[in-house]
């Protein structure tokens, strides 16, 4: 198993995030949204929008991407082919990693079952 997060995991261009914007399904949590839209591909994608309104300082909003995105590494297999882009709710720079990753552990289950339920529907 690779747990590595590679160029083929993150969303790059701005078609890709323009693409994810365009008819979504979504789920969110008190600090965060996630839009996330099949890829037809074997695995998922993420890409990130902290806004500078939500986050201040950088160093925070640095912070957070890591912490998103080591927890999307350790998780990535369980995800099934979406794109995903997260946004912020608020201001989270004082929120605990603890709780970031108790928050984001169920969004991830979330999208699961959300993806399986559209797919069935589809079928």
């Excluded at 995903?84 to 970031?100: A, C, Q």
């Excluded at 991830?108 to 529907?121: N, P």
Aim: hydrophobic letters at 40%.
């Amino acid at each position: 198993m690779n747990l590595k997060f590679g160029r083929e995991l993150r969303l790059l261009t701005p078609g890709q995030f323009d693409n994810v914007f365009q008819q979504p399904f979504r789920v969110s949590s008190p600090l965060f949204t996630i839009l996330a839209k099949s890829n037809n591909l074997p695995h998922a994608r993420l890409g990130l929008t902290i806004a500078k309104k939500r986050v201040k300082l950088a160093v925070q909003r640095n912070r957070i991407k890591r912490f998103v995105r080591n927890n999307f590494r350790l998780h990535q297999h369980e995800l099934p082919g979406v794109d995903l882009v997260l946004m912020v709710k608020g201001d989270i720079s004082n929120t605990e990693n603890s709780e970031l990753q108790k928050q984001l552990e169920k969004l991830w289950r979330k999208i699961v079952r959300q993806h399986t339920a559209l797919q069935s529907a589809v079928r």
